[in-house]
């Protein structure tokens, strides 16, 4: 994820952000959302647009999961 550029910079309305820097993502923020969306295969009831949407939230977590890490890696 690296090399690519993160789009949910463009949305921020201050500029306190360095190009490239994402904001600090809280811990308690990403387990929170990790147990509410967690990784999961789809049910077979679910329709297209249900498996859809929940890997779109799936993906955030993920993008918030690598930021934290990437946040928090030693030196």
Do not use: T, W
């Amino acid at each position: 994820m690296r090399g690519r550029k993160r789009r949910l910079l463009e949305v921020r309305s201050l500029n306190e952000f360095k190009d490239g820097e994402f904001p600090p993502v809280p811990l308690s923020l990403l387990l929170k959302l990790e147990d509410q969306i967690p990784e999961k295969c789809p049910d077979l009831p679910m329709h297209e647009r249900e498996i859809f949407f929940y890997a779109g939230m799936r993906s955030v977590v993920r993008l918030l999961r690598e930021v934290y890490n990437e946040q928090n890696e030693a030196p």
